[in-house]
């Protein structure tokens, strides 16, 4: 059973620091895309970044409202995916969501998380 855990979120000020951390567990033979996403309350979720790893070579794609501030990595040997986040602002309240594209049992299959909780107090 493959498993996405998510950590590191929590309440913050504004123009502060929180690092999510996530990782992927369980009978997983390849990871082609491992993203963050987000919903705030009355919102639909919304990608943040992605991060792409194709033929050993990775690529990262990010919201514009981030640009700048996000900063997404990888730890292949680890399936873990961490987003480093700076200069948050209240808009940057929601639940955090990762996300997986992963080869389990013969098949490429999107795996999600249970969400983290970030808040940034004005």
């Known amino acids: 059973q493959v498993q996405l855990v998510e950590s590191g979120g929590g309440l913050v000020q504004a123009g502060g620091s929180l690092r999510l951390s996530c990782a992927a567990s369980?009978?997983?033979?390849?990871?082609?895309?491992m993203g963050w996403y987000r919903q705030a309350p009355g919102k639909q979720r919304e990608l943040v970044a992605i991060?792409?790893?194709?033929?050993?070579?990775?690529?990262?794609n990010y919201a514009d409202s981030v640009k700048g501030r996000f900063t997404i990595s990888r730890d292949n040997a680890k399936n873990t995916v961490y987003l480093q986040m700076n200069s948050l602002k209240p808009e940057d309240t929601a639940v955090y969501y990762c996300?997986?594209?992963?080869?389990?049992?013969?098949?490429?299959?999107?795996?999600w998380g249970q969400g983290t909780q970030v808040t940034v107090s004005s």
């Open positions: 996300k997986g594209i992963l080869f389990v049992s013969n098949y490429w299959g999107q795996y």
């Open positions: 369980g009978s997983i033979f390849g990871v082609r895309t």
């Open positions: 991060i792409n790893s194709i033929n050993n070579e990775s690529s990262t």
